[in-house]
Each structure stands twice: as structure tokens, then as C-alpha cells.
């Protein structure tokens, strides 16, 4: 099993919808949890961490279910900049430095 | 503040070529990490640095893969001979020890032709 797994996609929305994005990891023991962008052809960018009660930033909700190791994050209200590669990222080692990227799931908002 | 610089930006060489990538962290970030990534296999950590010293490098692919931090504000990654299997974005990245995320570098995209 991989250590983490999203939906590759790709999510094809229209402006204005409502998607989210899964993502389950494998290590019980990870503490930190992230949500990245990437758009094509550039660096990966941090878009959240994601808190065990729950946080929200504008029109991003991201949730995690340690009992399940499961790691969501909603959009709200898509916007065709929303349009970009959502990795899921999980610390893991025993360190808490290294962080293990998930495939990601791409997302296109259309007009 | 400058981010995490890397060069070059895009490399070309021949298989057999040995390259040499570069990355300056953020002042003040004493992580320092090497990522590759591909279309088949996305972002794999390569080696990460705490304090200039190496501490996990199991994700170097071979011998041919060798990095450096001989200071906090350099590193490099070197392929020594390059294969066309190597092509691929190299990323930099740093971050605090208490930090939130990785800041990444715009990556070095290399092609082994």
C-alpha cells in the first residue's frame, strides 16, 4: 500500500461548484498534514496545513480523521484559478521532518 | 526574502555527463530537502539535510547520485554519469524545524538525451 493515495482525476467542475478532494495515508503515527497546489509546470505550494479539528481558509474547509487516516479538503464556490494539482502531504518519518507527497488529484474549473 | 533559489532552471546534457544542481535555502531554514519528480512516479524525497549534515538519503536512486551541503545557505545534487532515465524536475526545498510547510525552489528540469 502506498503510503499516500488521492484520487488522481481529474475532477472536471463548473465555476461555482462545490468539490473535494480525498486523500488516506498509511502511517498512524503522522502528526502533520498539509494541503498543497501546484500549478503546471511550477513548484508546489503550500495552500493549508490541516488541523485535527478542522480548519478553514475562505473557500477551503480541510478536515482529518486520524481513526480513519483519512484527509479532506472542499472548495467552495470554484473559481477557474482554483485549476491546478491538489497534493496531499503527510510527515513520514519518526523525525516529523520528511514529508511524503501524495500523487495528487487534479482539478479544472471550467467557464 | 528571496525563497529557495535554484540553478539552472532548465539543464540539457548527454548521457554520460555529469551535472550538478544548485540550491540556496531561505536564511534561517535549517532543513534542507531534494526532491525529484516525474509523471510516473510524482515527488520522491531524495535526501534532506538538518544543519548542513546528511539525515536520511535513502531515497537516493544510486551511486551516480551524490549531495552536498558544505554550508547552511548551499547545497548541491550531483549526477555523475547522467542516464536518460534521470530526466526529470529536481526540486530544493527548506523549512524551520518548527515551521509549517516546505517552501520550494522553482525546480531545475533536466533532460538526459
Known amino acids: 500500500r502506498k503510503e499516500v493515495e488521492q484520487d488522481p482525476g481529474p475532477f472536471n467542475v463548473p465555476e461555482g461548484a462545490t468539490v473535494a478532494f480525498n486523500c488516506t495515508y498509511s502511517?498512524?503515527?503522522?502528526?502533520?498534514f498539509f494541503w498543497y497546489r501546484q500549478d503546471c509546470r511550477k513548484e508546489p505550494k503550500l495552500l493549508m496545513s490541516?488541523?485535527?479539528s478542522g480548519n478553514e481558509d475562505g473557500r477551503f474547509t480541510a478536515q482529518l480523521n486520524r481513526a480513519s487516516q483519512y484527509i479532506s479538503l472542499l472548495i467552495r464556490d470554484s473559481k477557474l484559478s482554483d485549476s491546478a494539482t491538489y497534493l496531499c502531504v503527510v510527515n513520514g518519518d519518526n523525525y516529523g521532518q520528511n514529508f511524503v507527497f501524495g500523487p495528487g488529484t487534479r482539478l479544472s474549473v471550467l467557464p | 526574502d528571496a525563497g529557495v533559489i535554484q540553478s539552472p532552471r532548465h539543464e540539457v546534457t548527454e548521457m554520460g555527463q555529469e551535472v550538478t544542481l544548485r540550491c540556496k535555502p531561505i536564511s534561517g531554514h535549517d532543513y534542507l530537502f531534494w526532491y525529484r519528480q516525474t509523471m510516473m512516479r510524482g515527488l520522491e524525497l531524495l535526501i534532506y539535510?538538518?544543519?548542513?549534515?546528511?539525515?536520511?538519503d535513502s531515497g537516493m536512486p544510486e551511486d551516480r547520485f551524490s549531495a552536498k551541503m558544505p554550508n547552511a545557505s548551499f547545497s548541491t545534487l550531483k549526477i555523475q554519469p547522467s542516464e536518460p532515465r534521470d530526466s526529470a524536475v529536481y526540486f530544493c526545498a527548506s523549512r524551520t524545524g518548527t515551521g509549517d510547510g516546505y517552501t520550494f525552489g522553482s525546480g531545475t528540469r533536466l533532460t538526459v538525451v
Open positions: 490541516v488541523y485535527s
Open positions: 502511517n498512524s503515527a503522522s502528526q502533520s
Open positions: 539535510f538538518n544543519n548542513n549534515v546528511p539525515i536520511d
